[in-house]
């Protein structure tokens, strides 16, 4: 019994991570039916896992479940844009302030090093890694925030915006600009700067949010 629910569970894992990944990529277009029986083709399994991931992402508010229509990938407008990276902003602001007070050294070394893990990507110019790296380094301020709830909002929906980032492509100019911004938060983080932190935070967010809703 435990083999066969970890089974279970490792299908629905891996199911739910290549959903997002089409959906990053633009595969999945917004606005688009998600119907059980293509998406069990499509990724070769049942019907069971693939109603199981949608009402995960329905959670995760990538997916809309309409009355009479089913599950249908959200649309991103202007304003989710704008409202998204608002709220992240402020959480975001929250965490890199608790991340300050309390990051010890060996934290602030992984800090570190996914910083210029994000920098290393940007000089390949590749999307996918320059997201996952970029994802990291946010995410590993969240964990030494340790504000589960905080870190839980924050993932809502950005996939879509992702996706969006990949549509539109970054400039290398916008590129240069996160890695700077970037190393401005690390810098603040190591001179334990809370308020330089939120500062450089917050530019990081605005200049994200004004940067994609130009290029909309």
């Known amino acids: 019994m ?3 629910n970890r089974m279970s569970e490792t299908i629905s894992e891996r199911l739910l991570a290549a959903i997002r990944r089409d959906i990053v990529l633009g595969d999945l277009a917004p606005g688009s039916r998600l119907r059980v029986d293509e ?15 949608l009402l995960q992402l329905a959670g995760e508010r990538l997916v809309r479940l309409e009355p009479h229509k089913g599950a249908v990938l ?22 890199i302030r608790r991340a300050t007070e309390k990051i010890t050294s060996a934290e602030l070394e992984d800090l570190e090093r996914l910083c210029e893990s994000h920098a290393a990507a940007a000089t390949t110019g590749h999307d996918i890694a320059l997201s996952e790296t970029n ?10 925030a340790d504000n589960p709830e905080a870190s839980y909002i924050l993932d809502q929906g950005w996939d879509l915006v992702i996706s969006l980032r990949h549509r539109f492509a ?16 690390v810098a603040a ?5 809370i308020d330089q932190a939120v500062r450089a935070v917050q530019e990081h967010c605005d200049s994200a949010r004004d940067d994609l809703l130009a290029r909309m």
Do not use: C, M, N, W
């Open 170 to 185: 970054q400039t290398p100019e916008r590129i240069a600009d996160i890695v700077r911004q970037h190393r401005s938060i």
């Open 135 to 144: 994802k990291a380094f946010h995410r590993h301020i969240a964990q030494v």
């Open 2 to 4: 435990v083999t066969s």
């Open 74 to 95: 959200r649309t991103v407008t202007p304003k989710f844009v704008a409202d998204i990276h608002d709220t992240r902003a402020a959480i975001e602001s929250l965490l």
């Open 39 to 53: 998406l069990s083709k499509r990724y070769g399994t049942s019907h069971i896992p693939v109603r199981e991931a």
């Open 189 to 193: 983080v190591r001179a334990r700067d």
